[in-house]
Every structure is written in C-alpha cells, then in structure tokens.
C-alpha cells in the first residue's frame, strides 16, 4: 500500500535536545512538506521540497533543519533554538507539475512534547 | 499579509445541512481546497476549486467566488462521522495556505 510513514507517532525531550523525526514516504511523489498545528490552530508550513538536495524555508522555519537526500524520505529535526516545540507535527507530500488539484497526502502524524 | 477567516466553531443536527464559508487575501491564487481532520488524526483531501461554481462530491460540495475571494464548504444529510474540524487552504504556487479550521459539532 502506498502512503507516508512518519514515527514515532509519540516524542518526548528534555529541554535543549535536538530530535528527529522521520517522514517516508512511497507515493513517488515529488515535492514534501513540514507542516506543524498547535491545539485549535491551523497547519503552519515549516520547509518545504520540490526536488532531491533542495529545499525552502517556509512560514516557521527557525529553530528546525531538514534534509533531502533521498525522494523518499524528508527528516525534520527540532533544534534547541525552536522555543516553543511542543506540537503536532505534520509530514505531506504531492504531485509536482502536472497539478490538478495540488491535493497534499499526510502522514499519521508525530506529537512532540518537551519536558 | 496574507490570511483566511473561517468561523472557530459550527453546531448542527444530525440529518441537516450546514455550510462553513471562507474568505481570503492571499498573494497568488491557483484554487482553494478543503481539507478534513478529526480529533488527533491528519488531514485529508475533500474537494478544490479552481474555477467559480460549484464542485460536487457526494454528500459535500463547495463553492468558489473569485471575484469575492470567497468560498464555502456544503455538508449535506450530516451523520455523527461529520463531526471534526474543517480547513480552507488557499493553493498559492506550491504551498498550501491554511484557515484555522472550523469545528462542526453534530447534535443527534
């Protein structure tokens, strides 16, 4: 089955931890994007990539790193410098060019909270 | 800025219609979507317009005015399964620009 895999579904830290947290994906899909939704708010893009080896910041992206080494997998990490990071993180991707609706397709979700 | 107001919250009864409206002020506009999340869940795809008019997929439509900026998200014949936060997203050249969301409670 085609989909998007992010774990784990649960993180806890301790203050001025770095983490990781993984996103793959098997859509084929070209583009990938870090969304992160704090209680009763909307989705906040934090990186977003079009393309292996390249990436854009998006609306929040300090405090957070990511890397595009391969299509299928876009890791984020949570540095020390994010001063707020308890959240809800959101890992999506999407068809690139030919768009028809520029539909996004989540992963499960990963609900970092820090100590 | 770029922005996009949805009411917080709706209540409606079980069997009824109910319409969650969407207004924006985005710098580029290719369409507007809508997404669907539960409680603790992730988002998923529900409809996007890109042209003025009405989009119908079963028991939702949704509707968009670009001269108004404006669109709405049509639940027909609600069922408790309804019952979960909705997003308008602007499609803005790549990205996705999200609304807060609104909250549709369902009375039986």
């Known amino acids: 089955d085609g989909g998007i895999t992010q774990s784990p579904k649960y993180l806890f830290r301790k203050e001025g931890q770095n983490v990781t947290l993984s996103c793959e994906q098997n859509?084929?899909?070209?583009?990938m994007y870090w969304y992160r939704q704090d209680p009763g708010q909307g989705l906040r893009l934090i990186y977003y990539?079009?393309?292996?080896?390249?990436?854009q910041k998006g609306d929040i992206a300090e405090g957070y790193s990511v890397s595009r080494e391969k299509k299928e997998s876009f890791p984020l990490t949570v540095t020390s410098a994010q001063k707020n990071p308890t959240a809800f993180y959101l890992c999506?991707?999407?068809?690139?060019?030919?768009?028809?609706?520029?539909?996004?397709?989540f992963g499960p979700g990963t609900r970092l909270t820090v100590l | 800025g770029q922005s996009l107001e949805q009411p917080s919250e709706v209540t409606a009864v079980e069997g009824a219609i109910v319409q969650i409206n969407c207004t924006y002020q985005?710098?580029?506009?290719?369409?507007l979507s809508w997404y669907q999340q539960h409680d603790g869940g992730a988002p998923t795809f529900l409809s996007y317009?890109?042209l003025d008019g009405l989009e119908e997929t079963g028991r939702f439509s949704s509707f968009l005015s670009r001269s108004d900026s404006y669109g709405y998200l049509l639940l027909q014949e609600l069922q408790m399964k309804d019952s979960a936060s909705y997003f308008c997203?602007?499609?803005?050249?790549?990205?996705?620009?999200w609304g807060a969301g609104t909250k549709l409670i369902i009375k039986p």
């Open positions: 999506a991707s999407s068809i690139v060019g030919e768009k028809i609706n520029n539909e996004q397709f």
């Open positions: 859509l084929n899909h070209d583009a």
């Open positions: 990539s079009q393309i292996v080896n390249d990436f």
């Open positions: 985005t710098s580029g506009f290719y369409g």
């Open positions: 317009n890109a």
């Open positions: 997203a602007v499609d803005s050249n790549y990205q996705l620009i």
